[in-house]
């Protein structure tokens, strides 16, 4: 399973944008990038997904570079709610959905 | 109304009983699994159903058994509970096989 590499932690203020970055340096042209977070004592909640274009949804937005070896999770203006881990996760399109969570980026935003 | 649930969230128990937590979901979805967060809180895959098939079993110890009545609900039953059975343990469906997950609030099992 192709692997995905992000900071530990971030930090941010409140109403200001957020730029989680994720590398995936072995992805293959099948993967998708998908991305989830946990607020804390709860499930991974599905944020956004992307294959080769940028996307935008009512939660973020993903930026994916145009050699797709990395991405960028941003999120326009944070909230104290927006606090979470994020994770960046790799889905092969073509197997079942084995989804592999790696440690995630702990997000902290500040009032 | 809550998508996945399950039941118990909390689970204390001593080692060596049988213990079972339970999953269901509204959502009309074909696909069910389990996933276990353990206390470095790495989440990972134990099992899938698919139309209540097994379709991933991911190297779990044989104590762990998954049981799937129907498309809606997806039961795990541990037997002969161990110190290092504690986690959290999340439950999740998707529409189908390579569709997004919907993860249910956790169960945190501690065996003593």
């Known amino acids: 399973d192709a692997k995905t590499t992000q900071p530990n932690s971030m930090e941010s203020n409140e109403e200001e944008p957020v730029h989680l970055p994720c590398n995936h340096s072995t992805i293959s042209g099948t993967d998708y990038i998908h991305w989830y977070r946990q607020l804390p004592s709860q499930g991974p909640e599905y944020v956004i997904h992307?294959?080769?274009s940028n996307v935008n949804n009512r939660m973020a937005s993903l930026a994916i570079a145009e050699d797709r070896k990395s991405s960028t999770l941003i999120l326009h203006r944070a909230t104290l709610r927006d606090a979470a881990v994020y994770y960046c996760i790799l889905h092969f399109s073509g197997g079942y959905n084995k989804l592999i969570f790696g440690a995630g980026t702990r997000l902290a935003v500040h009032p | 109304d809550t998508a996945v649930s399950q039941t118990p969230k909390y689970l204390v128990t001593q080692m060596g009983n049988d213990k079972s937590i339970k999953c269901e979901q509204n959502l009309g979805h074909d696909t069910m699994y389990w996933y276990k967060q353990d206390s470095k809180k790495f989440l990972k895959i134990m099992f899938s159903?698919?139309?209540?098939?097994?379709?991933i079993n991911e190297t779990v110890p044989n104590r762990f058994s998954p049981k799937s009545p129907d498309k809606a609900h997806l039961n795990l039953h541990i037997n002969s509970l161990e110190l290092g059975d504690s986690a959290v343990y999340f439950c999740?469906?998707?529409?189908?096989?390579?569709?997004?997950?919907?993860f249910g609030s956790g169960t945190q099992l501690s065996v003593l």
């Open positions: 159903y698919n139309n209540k098939e097994l379709i």
């Open positions: 992307g294959l080769t």
């Open positions: 999740a469906s998707s529409p189908g096989q390579n569709e997004k997950l919907f």
